[in-house]
């Protein structure tokens, strides 16, 4: 009968490699998990871009669950333009009345931008621009919505057309605003990813 003769070494590249499979899923897992967890809030000053964006320590922050007015937007008055986009601008400048702002970021949107929920002082920003009628919701504050639209606050006493629909028309396509769940997973997945890559090359 013909002697099996193992060659050396076979079976210990083999479990060294398992052990590096197995040290790069915990590695990924433990990434993803402290990604996911959240991060330190993002303070300073803040340089208000527009309605809904700020640039806090040059990191630009969009607040997340709301839509303002877009640059150059305008909202009518029995005929009449009205400049709905500064408006909006102006209102979260004097929301913030040269307070630093906190942001907490939620996760990215399609452009790489911070999604944020941001405070002045104790004054969710986000929250306020929505119940002040400078922007209206698509996350969690719909019910502020309503009760802007009711009072006729901000831009409700005026004719408008929805941020999205303009955006539209002026551009021929809408400006995805991905919602922070979805994208915090997406950017995850691509950090994931190339975590997965990096390792396997070290392989």
């Known amino acids: ?13 083999g479990s060294f490699r ?26 300073g000053r803040a340089i208000v871009v527009d309605g809904d964006s700020l640039e806090v320590n040059g990191e ?5 669950g709301i839509d303002a007015p877009e640059y150059r937007q305008s909202c009518t ?3 009449v333009e009205i400049a709905c986009d500064k408006l909006a601008r102006d209102h979260l400048r004097k929301l913030i009345a040269r307070q630093d702002v906190t942001c907490t970021a939620l996760g990215l949107d399609k452009y790489d931008r911070t999604l944020a929920i941001c405070r002045a002082g104790e004054r969710n920003l986000n929250e306020a621009m929505v119940r002040d009628g400078w922007a209206v919701a698509y996350g969690d ?4 919505e309503a009760e ?4 006729k606050r901000g831009m409700w006493a005026y004719g408008f057309e929805e941020p999205s629909d303009w955006r539209k028309d002026h551009s021929g396509e809408e400006t995805s605003r991905v919602s922070a769940k ?10 994931f990813a190339s975590l997965i890559a990096w390792l396997k090359s070290l392989i």
């Not at 590096?20 to 330190?40: K, V």
């Not at 630009?60 to 997340?64: P, Y």
């Open 141 to 144: 504050h719909q019910w502020l």
């Open 148 to 151: 802007a639209r009711n009072a």
């Open 1 to 13: 009968m013909a002697r099996i003769v193992r060659k050396p070494g076979l079976r210990r590249r």
């Open 18 to 43: 398992d052990w590096l499979t197995m040290l790069a899923l915990f590695a990924a897992i433990a990434f993803a998990a402290a990604y996911l967890g959240g991060s330190e809030p993002l303070r």
């Open 77 to 79: 008055n029995s005929g």
């Open 182 to 191: 979805e994208s915090v997973t997406l950017h995850a997945k691509r950090m």
């Open 60 to 64: 630009r922050i969009r607040l997340e």
